[in-house]
């Protein structure tokens, strides 16, 4: 069983565009996060929600919206896709809340390419 | 701001021998410090974590070592592997931020035969 899955793997797109990328995770983790790994490797968060709350959200421009509808599914959604928004994506969730050391599992990631 | 550093960048290294990576962060409300391993085409996965309060943690090959006072800390990976090859990523984390992990900017570490 995949613990945090993401669909799609790949995804090709034209500038302008607008695209969803999907997360679900099967751990029964109250929190979950989406990461963004550029073409140099660097992982930097962007978000995360804590039972349907958002409680990160860091300076990413406006096109990016994530939405979740239960505590199992992170998705984002991307308007207006831009060539410097080519990267692979990351969903991950963790147990407890807001404060906590807990591990955080990470999906297998969503590369996406603007062309 | 990079708030945690890491070094160095890549890494080559024969197998049976140590391989050592080093972190440094600014930030001293950071009170977590994990260790994530990458493999290509893969999500990141802890490997191992430490808190400042002791200054090493050992599990199997793998350890790190802490440095509170020069705000340092590294991974060591003894009898190196060639299926250690990876992508290493240190990180840190305030318990108050909500899972906000920082992280350094990886090392690519290649383990040869």
């Known amino acids: 069983d995949t613990a945090v899955s993401q669909t799609p793997k790949y995804l090709v797109t034209q500038m302008g565009n607008d695209k969803s990328i999907k997360c679900e995770q099967n751990?029964?983790?109250?929190?979950m996060y989406w990461y963004k790994q550029d073409s140099k490797k660097f992982l930097k968060i962007m978000f995360s929600y804590n039972n349907k709350e958002l409680i990160i959200n860091e300076t990413v421009p406006n096109r990016f919206s994530p939405k979740s509808p239960d505590k199992a599914h992170l998705n984002l959604h991307i308007n207006s896709l831009e060539l410097g928004d080519s990267a692979v994506y990351f969903c991950?969730?963790?147990?407890?809340?807001?404060?906590?050391?807990?591990?955080?599992?990470f999906g297998p990631g969503t590369r996406l390419t603007v062309l | 701001q990079q708030q945690v550093k890491q070094s160095p960048q890549s890494l080559i290294v024969q197998k049976g021998g140590i391989s050592i990576i080093n972190c440094a962060y600014e930030n001293t409300a950071f009170d977590y410090f994990p260790w994530y391993q990458q493999f290509p085409g893969k999500g990141p996965a802890l490997l191992i974590a430490i808190r400042p309060d002791v200054s090493e943690k050992k599990e199997g090959r793998f350890t790190i070592s802490f440095n509170k006072s020069a705000k340092q800390f590294s991974l060591h990976i003894m009898d190196s592997q060639p299926g250690d090859s990876a992508t290493y990523f240190c990180a840190a984390l305030n318990y108050n931020q909500g899972g906000k992990l920082i992280f350094g900017q990886g090392t690519e570490l290649s383990v040869k035969p």
């Open positions: 751990l029964g983790h109250d929190t």
């Open positions: 991950a969730s963790s147990q407890g809340g807001t404060r906590s050391y807990n591990e955080q599992f």
